[in-house]
C-alpha cells in the first residue's frame, strides 16, 4: 500500500517546489563536536580535581578558564579550518574557470568520462555533454564537485564557530553547576548530569548514521565516562605522589 503522504511529497509539482528551495548549510556538526568536549574536557577537569582530594573552589576556577579559554581556543579553529575550505574551495572555481578558459576541449573531455562512468553512452552521452559545458557555472560547479569531492553549499565560518563555542559552554557548564550551586553530594550529582548530557549528545549524533539513537547515547556516554576515569585517577595518583 502506498503512503498517501510519500505519493504526495513526489508528485511532480512538490517535487518542483522542493527542488527550487536553495540547500542550506548544516551546523549540526560543530554542536555535536562543541558539545561532546565541553562536558568531556569539563568533566574530566571536576573529575581530576576530586581524584586529588582538593577544595570545591578549584574545580570551579579551573572549569570556569577551561570553559572560556579552551572554548575560544576551538571555536577560533574551527572558523580557520572552515575559512579554510572555503578558500581553498575559490581557489579551485578559479583554476577550473581557466582551465576551461585555456584548454576547453579537454576539459569537455573531463565532463564526458565523468558522465560516462555514471552510465551514459551513445547519444544521451553527447547530449549531457553538450548541455553541461554550454553553461560555464554549472560546467564548474560539476567538476568541483565531481573532481575534487567539494559541496556547492558554502558554510559560514562564523556560525561554525558560534555553534562550537555555544555548545562547548553549554554542556561543559553542566559538570560545575553542582560546585556552583553547593549541592550537597555534588560530585555525584555531577556525574549524573554529565552522563545526562553525554547520552542526549549520542543521541542528537545518531542522525548521522543507521545506529539507533539508544546504541549512539550508549557510545558517546562510555566515551566520556573512560575520559573522566582516566582524569580521575590521574589526579587521586598525583594526589598519592603529593
Excluded at 573529575?47 to 579559554?69: D, M, P, Q, S, T
Aim: aromatic share 8%; hydrophobic share 50%.
Amino acid at each position: 500500500m502506498i503512503d498517501d503522504d510519500l505519493h504526495a511529497e513526489h508528485t511532480p509539482s512538490a517535487i518542483r517546489e522542493r527542488l527550487s528551495r536553495k540547500p542550506s548549510a548544516s551546523y549540526l556538526r560543530d554542536w555535536v563536536y562543541g558539545g561532546i568536549d565541553g562536558a568531556v574536557t569539563t568533566f574530566a577537569i571536576v573529575a581530576g580535581v576530586v581524584g586529588a582530594n582538593l577544595e570545591a573552589r578549584i574545580i570551579l576556577i579551573l572549569g570556569l578558564a577551561n570553559l572560556l579559554a579552551d572554548g575560544f581556543s576551538m571555536a577560533a579553529a574551527n572558523y580557520s579550518a572552515t575559512k579554510t575550505e572555503i578558500d581553498d574551495y575559490t581557489r579551485l572555481r578559479e583554476i577550473e574557470h581557466d582551465h576551461i578558459a585555456r584548454v576547453p576541449d579537454g576539459e569537455r573531455e573531463e565532463v564526458r568520462q565523468i558522465l560516462e562512468q555514471k552510465g551514459l553512452c551513445g547519444e544521451a552521452l553527447e547530449s549531457a555533454t553538450d548541455a553541461i559545458t554550454s553553461d560555464r557555472e554549472l560546467w564548474v560547479e560539476m567538476m568541483l564537485k565531481e573532481e575534487y569531492g567539494l559541496s556547492n553549499i558554502p558554510r559560514s565560518p562564523f556560525n561554525a564557530a558560534t555553534s562550537t563555542f555555544a555548545a562547548f559552554v553549554i554542556c561543559g557548564a553542566v559538570p560545575l553547576l553542582p560546585f556552583a550551586l553547593g549541592l550537597p553530594g555534588a560530585f555525584t550529582v555531577s556525574i549524573v548530569a554529565t552522563g545526562l548530557v553525554f547520552a542526549f549528545i549520542g543521541a542528537l549524533k545518531s542522525r548521522w548514521s543507521l545506529a539507533p539513537a539508544w546504541w549512539s547515547a550508549l557510545e558517546t556516554v562510555l566515551i566520556g565516562a573512560a575520559a573522566a576515569a582516566v582524569a580521575y585517577f590521574v589526579g587521586d595518583l598525583l594526589k598519592s605522589i603529593g
